[in-house]
């Protein structure tokens, strides 16, 4: 009879299995915690078995509420990797289900699947975010204790978004051609700019230390979002002042070894964080220009160094697209070593002309549309 009574509930999960909208849930929970450890394993080695049909995670919430089957060993009992993240996939598509993917973290047994989930995830963030249900980082954020939230799941968002092949420059100085265009693009990415603003609040200091560290490998690296990131950093945070330290530390290698690199990675991330931002009650970017370009010549143990410094300025200046950022260029004042000053007047001259043809350029798009 006790069989019988087993053979019942096993029928009756097989059958929610195949059919998700089934009613009477209560009466199998009922069911389903009336046993004892012996019976449950019966049934768990019987589930284990069934074939999983998309939508019926509800059988899954009641197995793991009545302590009887974990998400966790289900997912060990299928073989086909696909079919398991299909299964993940559907879990992070229903907020409800959500307590399913916090025991997959906590149980450390499916890195590989969580990575592949949030691959997806910031994929369809990028170029599918109408579909987008539910907005899974802060989700998870709300459902982790301690710190599995920054251990598993917000690095894994960051190295994804910021290794993704989109608008990669093949030379940096691409990038600084690019950032004003860049900047008018991020509207566009609003589920996105949702989640970085919700996380950056939090974990400012860890988002910062991830870019620094990136910055610093040379490894190739999206600037695109790197640069959407860096647009929600404040002031007021934490993260703030290891940013403008990593800005310092870039335009000092410059000044030592002539480093172009080092060069564009400062001039981009000070207009970032100084220009595109609202980051200036501190610091503007015309101030950040006067204390590290302006007074350039003060840091120079070898002056003869500064004029392989400023022809590097003038060679970044055919790439220059934002007539704001050039218009800074130009009322700053630069110091320079005595006979030397013939190269500053040579680079403002070069600034004037890229300002006359980027005001030619505007005037003539505004006639464009005007017509």
Not at 54 to 64: F, P, Q, R, T, W
Not at 269 to 288: E, G, P
Not at 347 to 358: D, G, M
Request: proline share 2%; aromatic share 10%.
């Amino acid at each position: 009879m006790e069989l019988n009574y087993l053979i019942n509930i096993v029928n009756d999960l097989t059958n929610r299995f195949e059919h998700p909208k089934l009613q009477f849930e209560h009466e199998l929970k009922k069911e389903l915690v009336n046993l004892n450890d012996f019976e449950k394993k019966i049934v768990r080695n019987k589930i284990n078995s069934i074939s999983y049909n998309i939508g019926a995670l509800n059988v899954l919430k009641i197995l793991k509420e009545c302590d009887v089957c974990s998400i966790s060993d289900y997912l060990e009992s299928i073989n086909d990797e696909f079919e398991k993240l299909q299964i993940v996939t559907e879990i992070l598509d229903d907020e409800d289900s959500y307590i399913l993917f916090e025991e997959l973290i906590k149980s450390n047994r499916f890195d590989n699947l969580i990575d592949l989930s949030i691959r997806n995830y910031v994929n369809d963030l990028i170029h599918r975010q109408d579909i987008i249900q539910n907005e899974i980082i802060m989700s998870t954020h709300k459902l982790l204790t301690g710190d599995h939230f920054v251990k598993c799941i917000l690095p894994k968002f960051l190295n994804t978004l910021f290794h993704l092949d989109f608008k990669n420059p093949k030379e940096l100085i691409e990038a600084v051609s690019s950032q004003n265009e860049w900047n008018l693009e991020f509207g566009s990415f609003r589920v996105l700019r949702n989640v970085i603003d919700n996380v950056m609040p939090l974990y400012n200091t860890f988002i910062v230390k991830e870019i620094c560290s990136l910055i610093n490998s040379e490894k190739n690296i999206c600037w695109f979002f790197i640069l959407m990131v860096v647009n929600f950093i404040k002031d007021e945070h934490e993260g703030y002042v290891e940013l403008k330290n990593l800005i310092y530390s870039q335009i000092t290698a410059f000044c030592e070894t002539n480093s172009l690199s080092s060069l564009y990675k400062s001039l981009i991330l000070a207009r970032q964080l100084y220009h595109y931002t609202d980051n200036k009650k501190k610091l503007s970017y015309q101030q950040w220009i006067k204390n590290n370009i302006g007074d350039l010549n003060y840091r120079l143990k070898n002056k003869s160094v500064f004029t392989d410094i400023m022809s590097s300025l003038e060679n970044l200046i055919p790439f220059e697209n934002d007539l704001d950022v050039v218009k800074i260029h130009i009322s700053v004042q630069i110091s320079a070593p005595s006979k030397e000053y013939s190269n500053v007047l040579a680079y403002k001259q070069l600034l004037r002309s890229r300002e006359e043809v980027l005001l030619r350029d505007n005037t003539q798009l505004s006639q464009m549309f005007s017509e």
